[in-house]
Nanobody, 129 residues
């Protein structure tokens, strides 16, 4: 069974760090892209960062300079390190992957989770000022 399980979300104070984890199973980890998306109330599903099958990474502008995406192939886990958290970072965070590739499948107006690939239940991040 293909699964991607997000964890690490919690309530934190603005300015603090947080590390999210995404544990994958049931598919060939490293053969597909895995990304981080977030869903805030009233907002669209927003892409945060992507790590490609070849290990290349991309972090989107809203969190550029504050977030880093990494992976541990042996543990089949993708991490999202978030620093200098802001209240606008409050959202449910998802790490879709697998096949068909869900990355870039989200369209304007869509909400998370998407319908392509595999999505977990997400992990809640709440940032207070």
């Amino acid at each position: 069974e293909v699964q991607l399980v997000e964890s690490g979300g919690s309530s934190v104070q603005a300015g603090g760090p947080l590390r999210l984890s995404c544990k994958a199973s049931g598919f060939s980890f490293g053969d597909t892209d895995i990304g981080w998306y977030r869903q805030a109330p009233g907002n669209e599903c927003e892409l945060i960062a992507v790590i490609g099958y070849d290990g290349t990474t991309d972090v989107e502008e809203p969190v550029k300079g504050r977030c880093t995406i990494t992976q541990d192939n042996a543990e089949k886990t993708v991490y999202l390190q978030m620093n200098s958290q802001k209240t606008e970072d409050t959202a449910v965070y998802y790490c879709p992957g697998g096949r068909p590739n869900p990355i870039m499948d989200i369209r304007p107006g869509d909400t998370c989770p998407g319908r392509r690939g595999y999505w977990g239940r997400g992990t809640q991040v709440t940032v207070s000022s």
